[in-house]
Nanobody
């Protein structure tokens, strides 16, 4: 099996920064795309940013220029550096990863989520 464990969430004032981490572990053969999503109360889960195993990145318009996604393939970890945070960034942040397990099966895995709260 595979686990994705997120960390780095918390409470921050508007204009502040946070760095989220998501580490994958378990029966991993390889990892393809990895990404971050968020879900605010009463809203649908939305893509924040994602990155391919080759390092190409994609961002939601609402976070472009403020958030940066990166990954350390040696550590099976994806990061989300969030700067200039706004109250509307408040949400539970989830990471996901397209993982090929040692049984050679690709599946999309999700972390448990980490709360980010931005106060005004």
């Amino acid at each position: 099996q595979v686990q994705l464990v997120e960390s780095g969430g918390g409470l921050v004032q508007a204009g502040g920064s946070l760095r989220l981490s998501c580490a994958a572990s378990g029966s991993i053969f390889s990892i393809g795309a990895m990404g971050w999503y968020r879900q605010a109360p009463g809203k649908q889960r939305e893509l924040v940013a994602d990155t391919t195993d080759g390092g190409n990145t994609n961002y939601a318009d609402s976070v472009k220029g403020r958030f940066t996604i990166s990954r350390d393939n040696a550590k099976n970890t994806v990061y989300l550096q969030m700067n200039s945070l706004k109250p509307e960034d408040t949400a539970v942040y989830y990471c996901n990863a397209n993982i090929r397990t040692t049984s050679r099966i690709y599946s999309l895995w999700w972390g448990q989520g980490t709360q980010v709260t931005v106060s005004s």
